[in-house]
Nanobody, 122 residues
Framework: QVQLVESGGGLVQVGGSLRLSCAAS????????MNWYRQAPGKQRELVAA???????NYADFVKGRFTISRDNDKNTMYLQMNSLKPEDTAVYYC????????????????WGQGTQVTVSS
């Protein structure tokens, strides 16, 4: 069984910073792309940032220059450093990862964490 567990959310004032973590555990061979999504009340879930196994990153326009995604493949962990937070960043942030379960098959599956709440107060 594969689990993704997010941590690091909380309440922060406008302009503040938070660092989210997503740790993968369980039995698997390797982790391909990892993503951070977010979902605000009444809105659809949206992609925030993505990082390949090799470290190539992509960001949504609304976080470029403020958020930084990174990962530590040895620790099976992904991070999201969030700076200059705005009230509109308030949402539940979800970790998503495409994971290859074993070395004998190239098949992979997407897994989700349970989410962590980020609230930015003005």
């Amino acid at each position: 069984q594969v689990q993704l567990v997010e941590s690091g959310g909380g309440l922060v004032q406008v302009g503040g910073s938070l660092r989210l973590s997503c740790a993968a555990s369980g039995s698997f061979f390797s982790i391909n792309v990892m993503n951070w999504y977010r979902q605000a009340p009444g809105k659809q879930r949206e992609l925030v940032a993505a990082i390949s196994r090799g470290g190539t990153t992509n960001y949504a326009d609304f976080v470029k220059g403020r958020f930084t995604i990174s990962r530590d493949n040895d620790k099976n962990t992904m991070y999201l450093q969030m700076n200059s937070l705005k009230p509109e960043d308030t949402a539940v942030y979800y970790c998503n990862a495409n994971i290859r379960r074993n070395a004998y098959s190239i098949r992979s599956s997407d897994y989700w964490g349970q989410g962590t709440q980020v609230t930015v107060s003005s």
